[in-house]
């Protein structure tokens, strides 16, 4: 069985259109697939929409970046589809308070000598929903911020590195902190529109040391539903230890290639995982 239960478009930081996105699915024989942007429900409709019109079983979602004690926590709701006020209404200003943070990167970033024409800057703020792939994308296709990640970080000119080096954490010299909301009450949030609150990529957001206890005891506690044991290809491996937190825990488990560009989609699962799915979203 192949699903995808996080996924990302141009309605966030993804480089798939919505039908782009559908489209892949189909060809890949997804039998499963949620649309999970950051801090929006905007192309939901169209995809659901679609994914009829293409026989794909589907779910609308969103990611919601959190803050538990000093980390940083994506959970995804599943399904959001009732009483979505709230959650909207915090969605937006999430998505005003990004571009703020975008605009001070930019003047952090000058400083340093990293620069966009005014041009490619009006554009990039006239993104609805702007992210760091955004910024990363813009400046490295300027030949001397490339040159500059290469001569003074020392870092090969790719997306990634400019994210991880540049943007990504505090001293960075484009790092600027983000607004976040407390992962309990986006989990409340969540169930308030009927929607399942799933911990998205455990191998990175999870802590690994003797505090990850206290952070899942604490997840349960707050209502937590499910954990995406299956995140990407090349965490397989990893499948294990996350089967054993949702056992312990009682969460579901869920599977997504957290895709943000025009590839990477789907991946395999068991039959009995996706009959658990199945039964805790469409029956
Ligand atoms: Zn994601």
Redesign the pocket.
């Known amino acids: 069985m192949r699903i995808d239960l996080?996924s990302?478009t141009i309605n966030s930081d993804g480089l798939m259109t919505v039908p782009e996105l559908v489209a892949l699915a189909k060809a890949r024989r997804l039998q499963l697939l949620a649309l999970?942007d950051?801090d929006t429900m905007i192309g939901v409709a169209h995809f659901l929409k679609l994914c009829k019109e293409r026989r794909i079983q589907a779910l609308p979602g969103i990611?919601m970046s959190t803050k538990y004690e000093d980390l940083e926590l994506?959970i995804l709701a599943l399904n959001p589809h009732k009483n979505l006020g709230s959650l909207i209404k915090h969605l937006e200003v999430q998505i005003k308070k990004r571009k703020e943070r975008a605009r001070k990167v930019v003047t952090k970033l000058k400083k340093v000598g990293f620069t966009l024409p005014t041009a490619m800057e009006t554009e990039l703020f006239g993104l609805r929903n702007i992210g760091k792939p955004h910024l990363a994308r813009a400046y490295l296709s300027i030949s001397g911020n490339k040159k500059l990640l290469q001569t003074e970080f020392l870092r090969k000119a790719t997306i990634s590195n400019f994210i991880q080096y540049i943007l990504d954490k505090p001293g960075q010299v484009g790092y600027v902190a983000k607004s976040r909301i407390a992962v309990k009450d986006a989990i409340k949030l969540i169930h308030e529109t009927g929607a399942k609150a799933v911990l998205?990529h455990p191998q990175f957001d999870l802590p690994s040391n003797r505090t990850r206890k206290q952070c899942c005891d604490d997840l349960k506690e707050m209502g937590l539903d499910g954990i995406e044991a299956v995140n990407g290809r090349r965490h397989l491996e990893q499948r294990a230890e996350f089967a054993e937190l949702a056992k312990h825990y009682g969460w579901f488990m869920t599977a997504g290639s957290?895709t943000h560009n025009k590839t990477r989609l789907g991946v395999n699962v068991s039959k009995r995982m996706y009959e658990a799915l199945m039964r805790i979203f469409f029956s």
């Open positions: 996080h990302h999970t950051h990611e994506h998205a957290d």
